[in-house]
């Protein structure tokens, strides 16, 4: 089925740990996003990609770093992981004509 | 960049009153208008959008007005439920490039 796969969905780590949030969309989509959500609050661009090889930083200055190998996959890396970084993340993908699409999101917990 | 603006935060409605989330933004050249439904946990999914060259749409319950002019867009839901309960986000962008949302309204329907 043609979806935005996120995993882990929930990761609990210590502080200092390097992470690695993986992405991966099979709906043909060339342009993908990272966002950060607290729980309700408001959606927060980190990252974008309109193609491969192709990364910007989004509105929210961000610690994490991003990479666009291949068109379906768009991994978020965090290298040294902190508290604040607590939070939920949505990756997210879009083409031409049509509305930006989700994934079910990562639940990510620095203790 | 696209500054967009949400109202209200959060909306109290009595079940089966009709419920009015309005969005404005600031760049003419803003050509696509999506809403978002939020459940609890869960990822945004697409309810409602609307394009540049429309007035209005409507799916049942649910319709979004545009003002080009004014520059703001609406949600209106009629006859509410309590599963409307939610957040809903607005959202705005230009050719399907960056995705700009609101902050959200926590919608809250009483039974």
């Known amino acids: 089925e043609a979806d935005i796969y996120q995993t882990p969905r929930y990761l609990v780590i210590g502080t200092g740990k390097k992470i690695t949030l993986e992405c991966s969309q099979t709906m043909g989509h060339d342009k993908m996003y990272w966002y950060q959500q607290d729980p309700g609050m408001e959606l927060h661009l980190i990252h974008y990609s309109y193609g491969v090889n192709s990364t910007e930083k989004g509105d929210l200055s961000s610690e994490s770093t991003v990479s666009r190998i291949r068109t379906e996959h768009f991994p978020l890396t965090l290298e040294s992981a902190r508290p604040s970084h607590t939070s939920q993340y949505l990756c997210?993908?879009?083409?031409?004509?049509?509305?930006?699409?989700f994934g079910e999101g990562s639940w990510l917990t620095v203790v | 960049g696209e500054n967009v603006e949400q109202h209200p935060s959060t909306l109290s409605v009595q079940e089966g009153d009709s419920a009015v989330i309005k969005c404005t933004y600031s760049?003419?050249?803003?050509?696509?208008f999506p809403w978002y439904k939020q459940e609890l946990g869960k990822r945004p999914q697409l309810i409602i959008d609307?394009?540049?060259?429309?007035g209005e749409k409507k799916d049942q319950r649910i319709a979004v007005t545009l003002n080009k002019t004014a520059k703001h867009f609406s949600l209106h839901i009629t006859e509410t439920q309590p599963e409307d309960s939610a957040v809903y986000f607005c959202?705005?962008?230009?050719?399907?490039?960056?995705?700009?949302f609101g902050s959200g309204t926590k919608l809250n329907v009483k039974p």
């Open positions: 959202a705005v962008t230009y050719n399907f490039n960056k995705f700009y």
């Open positions: 609307i394009r540049s060259n429309v």
């Open positions: 760049d003419s050249a803003s050509n696509y």
């Open positions: 997210a993908s879009t083409l031409l004509g049509n509305t930006i699409y």
